[in-house]
């Protein structure tokens, strides 16, 4: 059973770059068909996809949030990563890593971290 945690600071400062952390155990990231991604839920709205890294190190981003999004991995410690740059308190959210196995169509989630973006 894969899982997920994410961690991170929980208070970023405008115009600061918001990086998040995905530790991930009971499977490699590096394990076809499998992909990585990174989603938010801002409060009252639904979940939004921000970027994915597939297993064997393409990546695709939101083309809403592609200028200020990178996605990578360190594979050597089993965790990919979330860079968010330039934020503004409509970046306040709960940000969460979730892993996609297209050989099932399984979701596993993270259980979400809040990052709330304020001065």
């Known amino acids: 059973q894969v899982q997920l945690q994410e961690s991170g600071p929980g208070l970023v400062k405008p115009s600061q770059t918001l990086s998040l952390t995905c530790t991930v155990s009971?499977?490699?990231?590096?394990?076809?068909?499998?992909?990585w991604s990174w989603i938010r839920q801002p409060p009252g709205k639904g979940l939004e996809w921000m970027g994915a890294?597939?297993?064997?190190?393409?990546?695709a981003y939101s083309p809403s949030l592609k200028s200020r999004t990178s996605i990578s991995r360190d594979t050597s410690k089993n965790q990919f990563t979330l860079h968010l740059s330039s934020v503004t308190p409509e970046d306040t959210a709960v940000y969460y890593c979730?892993?996609?196995?297209?050989?099932?169509?399984?979701?596993?989630w993270g259980q979400g971290t809040q990052v709330t973006v304020s001065s």
């Open positions: 979730a892993a996609y196995y297209s050989g099932t169509g399984t979701y596993y």
């Open positions: 890294q597939r297993w064997d190190g393409s990546i």
């Open positions: 009971g499977g490699s990231i590096t394990t076809r068909s499998y992909s």
